[in-house]
């Protein structure tokens, strides 16, 4: 049985101008790279794109013959490849299940999955699905294989990968088609492709914030799902904070549903409670964590007010396509006020002084692992340093394994002279190169 999601619900005209470009890029049979901050809503839309009823109504001819097959990388226990073709087939397999009513067409695909499953062999994996691709092209139907988080495969990649890709997609004469989504462009992920190799075999189309009309319909599902009734002006501010960022919103909603469920009544302004939720502030951090040390600089100079023309020319434009970064008569913004919050709270510090900077427990742990230089810094004290506004309720081995990832990245990264080694069951140990 097919599991229908909630934005198949959401009206026709949400995010028209995405569904336009995304639906030309198809038409012309152009496979595509979606690029966009992280959980900035890519899922939301492509959820809605693929199951909303009236999509190929509205964006495709009549007679276009198209099946959507959605391959979501979280589902891939194992981040391999051989798994990575398995869950692809498997994926087409349920997708004609419920889109194609020929039965013989059904049962043949279901014959050639079933011996890949039997064998698990790569080769014949892929063979397997090249000829079942094949024959629905023969009947006139188009395939469209949406890889939702296709970055998360990024440690299995290779040049044979991408051949192999460009192989099926070559066999069938263009037919069949890639969405990709992604934090980055296919040529930055691995590194295996070129910028050549990349141009034949993607275009690219950059992911922006919704606007505010598209969050008021996002808005209203999470406010029917977790039955909460916020007053007309939280609900407008909430929308106009999160700034067309949708685990923003969705955290927003969830921040105010549990302090409701917990008090029957705010404690204190509801702005305040959501900008001080520990879950909006790993959003930031996890926003910030995802960019590049030239990329933090800039986003950092911006923040202060400073205006990076000419870093924006030299360094990346990344933070303006994926509109992290916006620019209004000539002067450069961060999105969302819950950033800016962030940023105001947490960015204090260099790494001596070479423009990558340290949220405020970043420069904490970064401290005490120095008082500790070459010996072991147990977790205890870490916890201790770090969360004593948590000690009470404590926290988790896995917060304190990403702070030290996170560190760990900055201090590579800027070339430090400090390195950290993990000490097993233990915890920490600083010790110069």
């Not at 011996?115 to 188009?142: C, G, M, P, V």
């Not at 992920?189 to 969050?215: C, H, W």
């Not at 916006?326 to 510090?349: A, C, D, G, R, V």
């Amino acid at each position: 049985m097919q599991i229908i999601p909630r934005e198949s619900t959401y009206p026709s005209d949400f995010r028209r101008e995405d569904c336009l470009v995304l639906a030309e890029h198809i038409k012309r049979k152009r496979s595509v790279e979606i690029i966009g901050m992280k959980r900035v809503g890519i899922s939301n839309f492509l959820r809605y794109f693929i199951y909303q009823s009236q999509i190929k109504k509205t964006y495709f001819d009549k007679e276009a013959q198209i099946i959507f097959i959605p391959v979501n990388l979280n589902d891939l226990v194992e981040r391999e490849i051989t798994p990575f073709w398995l869950l692809t087939f498997k994926r087409l397999v349920d997708s004609i299940e419920v889109k194609i009513k020929d039965p013989k067409a059904v049962n043949k695909i279901n014959h050639l999955f079933d011996k890949s499953i039997q064998t698990k062999d790569l080769f014949i994996t892929i063979d397997s699905l090249r000829q079942a691709l094949n024959y629905l092209i023969e009947q006139h139907i188009t395939p469209v294989f949406f890889f939702i988080g296709f970055d998360r495969l990024k440690d299995a990649l290779s040049v044979d990968f991408f051949d192999n890709l460009r192989g099926l997609r070559d066999g069938s004469n263009k037919e069949i088609i890639y969405i990709f989504t992604s934090l980055r462009q296919l040529d930055k992920i691995g590194n295996f492709l070129d910028e050549n190799t990349k141009s034949r075999l993607v275009s690219t189309m950059y992911f922006k914030p919704a606007q505010s009309k598209d969050m008021v319909y996002i808005f209203n599902t999470l406010e029917a799902k977790y039955a909460v009734k916020l007053d007309k002006n939280i609900k407008e501010k909430i929308i106009e904070l999160s700034a067309g960022h949708v685990q923003y919103l969705y955290l927003s909603v969830i921040s105010l549903h549990d302090h409701l469920s917990k008090y029957k009544q705010f404690q204190d302004d509801p702005i305040d409670i959501i900008n001080k939720d520990e879950r909006i502030l790993l959003q930031s951090e996890e926003l910030i964590s995802s960019l590049s040390v030239d990329e933090q600089r800039i986003l950092i100079e911006v923040f202060k007010k400073q205006n990076p023309t000419s870093l924006k020319k030299l360094k990346s434009n990344y933070l303006w396509e994926t509109g992290m970064i916006i620019e209004k008569e000539k002067t450069n913004k961060i999105f969302s006020s819950f950033l800016t919050y962030y940023l105001k709270q947490n960015i204090i510090h260099h790494i001596n002084g070479d423009g990558s900077y340290l949220t405020k427990k970043e420069h904490v742990l970064f401290e005490t692992l120095k008082l500790y230089l070459n010996t072991i810094c147990e977790r205890d004290t870490i916890l201790e340093k770090v969360w004593p506004e948590y000690m009470e309720s404590g926290v988790s081995d896995w917060a304190v394994d990403r702070l030290v990832a996170r560190l760990r990245k900055k201090l590579e990264a800027t070339n430090s002279k400090y390195q950290i080694k993990t000490i097993k069951t233990r915890g920490f140990m600083l010790e110069e190169k």
